[in-house]
Each structure stands twice: as structure tokens, then as C-alpha cells.
């Protein structure tokens, strides 16, 4: 069955860097598009960041472009979430998550458990 | 962009039909038929419910149905069980490569 894990999570100072990563199996990583989205009490669900299945083509949220970077390793069955210039407004909960096949237009399938992601000094 | 409106909460009784409704603009819920919607249950991640406005993955039950009226999406539970006490997300296509999600409905099976 599909299995999204992710990790890397962890208390960072506003300013600092994070790296998240999910691992993937039980389905063909590399077909299929991915996505970062994150969880904060006050504010919900937020959509951060796709990547296309080949990595050609990502977008982000206007809230972490210039400061979030995504990208996949296909052969690994990884995507990444380097994250710098953090700021207390990015802690939240980040879930990875896998869209249909070839798009994310219709849905975020399944979703991993979830990074921490605490942004304090 | 704001967040997609849902009703904070919404409660029913068992065997009762409740809906839960996902207000946008006509930028996104309005021009778009990418509505989903996403169940989570306490200390879960979501879960797909329907996708593109009114469509069921195989594994959800049919007691769960979604539409769409102009710039607002809605969400129908029927036969309310204790089991779908849970929190609710509505999310939409926004374009220009962008996803809007409600705020989130916590539905009380009474």
C-alpha cells in the first residue's frame, strides 16, 4: 500500500534552515506528481509547493517562494523541502503528499504523518 | 487570497443528513470543478473524500456526496455515523498553479 514517511522535522531559530524529507513506496514514485502542504492550529490546512513527477516543473505558495525550495530524487523515492530564512509564522505541521498521475489538479490522494516544524528563539 | 469558507462546526445525530458548505470566488471554486474534500480524523492526516466536485475514490463510502453552486462547494454526509466525528477541509484549484484550502469544519456526531 501507499506509505509517505516523513522526517527531518525539528525546533529551528527564526532565520535558521530545515531540511525535510519523505520517503515513498508502494506505489511508482517517479510517475507521479508531489506535493508539500502544511497544518498550523490558527490557520488550517496551507498548499506550499508541488514538483511534476521528472522535476521539471515546480511551483510555490507566495508565502515560501525565495526562501522554500522542493525537489525529488527518483531513484531514492525522495522528496525534499529545504527550507531557509525560517520565520514563526512557518511552524506547522508539513505533510508530503501524492497527487493523481501526470497532476495535482485533482486531488492530494494520500498523505504522509507529518514534520514538526517549530520556528522560535 | 483568503482561505476558502467553512462553518467552524456543524453537528448532527446519528442517522441524520448534515452539509457542510465552502465558500470561494470566482477565481477558484467558481471557475474550477477541482473542489475536494479531505476528512481528518484526531491525530491523523487527512484523507481524500471526493475530488473534482462530486466524485468518490472506491474505497469511500456513498453515504458522502459533494456539489457545487456558483462559488460554493458543499459537502453532504448521510446516515451520520460516530465514526465520521472528524474534522472536514474543502480545497480548490486556484489557478495559476495554486490550492486554496477552507479553514476547517469539526463535525459532533450528538
Known amino acids: 500500500q501507499v506509505q509517505l514517511v516523513e522526517s527531518g522535522g525539528g525546533l529551528v531559530k527564526p532565520g535558521g534552515s530545515l531540511r525535510l524529507s519523505c520517503g515513498a513506496s508502494?506505489?511508482?514514485?517517479?510517475?507521479?506528481?508531489m506535493s508539500w502542504i502544511r497544518q498550523t492550529p490558527g490557520k488550517g490546512l496551507e498548499w506550499v509547493s508541488y514538483?511534476?513527477?521528472?522535476?521539471?516543473?515546480?511551483y510555490y505558495a507566495d508565502s515560501v517562494k525565495g526562501r522554500f525550495t522542493i525537489s525529488r530524487d527518483n531513484a531514492k523515492n525522495s522528496l525534499y523541502l529545504q527550507m531557509n530564512s525560517l520565520r514563526a509564522e512557518d511552524t506547522a505541521l508539513y505533510y508530503c503528499?501524492?497527487?493523481?498521475?501526470?497532476?495535482?489538479?485533482?486531488?492530494?490522494?494520500?498523505w504522509g504523518q507529518g514534520a514538526l516544524v517549530s520556528v522560535s528563539s | 487570497q483568503s482561505a476558502l469558507t467553512q462553518p467552524a462546526s456543524v453537528s448532527g445525530s446519528p442517522g441524520q443528513s448534515i452539509t457542510i458548505s465552502c465558500t470561494g470566488a470566482?477565481?477558484?471554486?467558481?471557475?474550477?470543478?477541482?473542489v475536494s474534500w479531505y476528512q481528518q480524523l484526531p491525530g491523523k492526516a487527512p484523507q481524500l473524500l471526493i475530488f473534482?466536485?462530486?466524485k468518490r475514490p472506491s474505497r469511500v463510502s456513498n453515504r458522502f456526496s459533494g456539489s457545487k453552486s456558483g462559488n460554493t462547494a458543499s459537502l453532504t454526509i448521510s446516515g451520520l455515523q460516530a465514526e465520521d466525528e472528524a474534522d472536514y477541509y474543502c480545497?480548490?484549484?486556484?489557478?495559476?498553479?495554486?490550492?486554496?484550502f477552507g479553514g476547517g469544519t469539526k463535525l459532533t456526531v450528538l
Open positions: 503528499a501524492k497527487c493523481s498521475s501526470g497532476s495535482c489538479l485533482n486531488y492530494f490522494n494520500y
Open positions: 508502494g506505489f511508482s514514485f517517479s510517475d507521479y506528481y
Open positions: 514538483i511534476s513527477s521528472s522535476g521539471s516543473v515546480i
Open positions: 470566482s477565481s477558484d471554486v467558481g471557475t474550477y470543478n477541482f
Open positions: 473534482e466536485v462530486s
Open positions: 480545497c480548490s484549484y486556484a489557478g495559476s498553479n495554486t490550492w486554496m
